[in-house]
C-alpha cells in the first residue's frame, strides 16, 4: 500500500492498494472518501499534482465510482482496544 501525506490543503493523505486499484482520500475535516477502480498512474498523478484537491475534482470525483472506505490497521486495533475496554 502507497501513502502520501500532505502537510496543508484540503487533502491530507491519499493511501493507494495497486492490487485491489482501491484509492482512498483523508479530508481535511477527517472525512475519508475512497474509489475503486482507479488506475495506479492517477494515483501518481494525483501525488504530484499542484493542487491535489482540484485534480480530485476535476480528474476522479465523477469518473469512478466510491467505494466504502477500508478500515486501516491502526483504526482496527484502536476500535478493538475501545470494544475490549466498554465490553462492546
Avoid at 3 to 19: C, D, L, N, Q, V
Avoid at 32 to 53: G, Q
Wanted: charged letters at 30%; hydrophobic letters at 30%.
Amino acid at each position: 500500500m502507497d501513502k502520501k501525506h500532505f502537510p496543508s490543503g484540503r487533502i491530507r493523505e491519499i493511501t493507494y492498494a495497486a492490487k485491489e486499484r482501491h484509492l482512498q482520500i483523508t479530508w481535511d475535516n477527517k472525512t475519508i472518501t475512497a474509489y475503486r477502480p482507479v488506475p495506479r498512474e492517477i494515483f501518481d498523478r494525483l501525488c504530484k499534482a499542484s493542487n491535489p484537491a482540484t485534480y480530485f475534482e476535476d480528474r476522479i470525483a465523477e469518473e469512478y465510482p466510491q467505494v466504502t472506505p477500508v478500515k486501516s490497521r491502526d483504526q482496527a486495533t484502536a476500535i478493538k482496544n475501545l470494544k475490549d475496554l466498554f465490553g462492546n
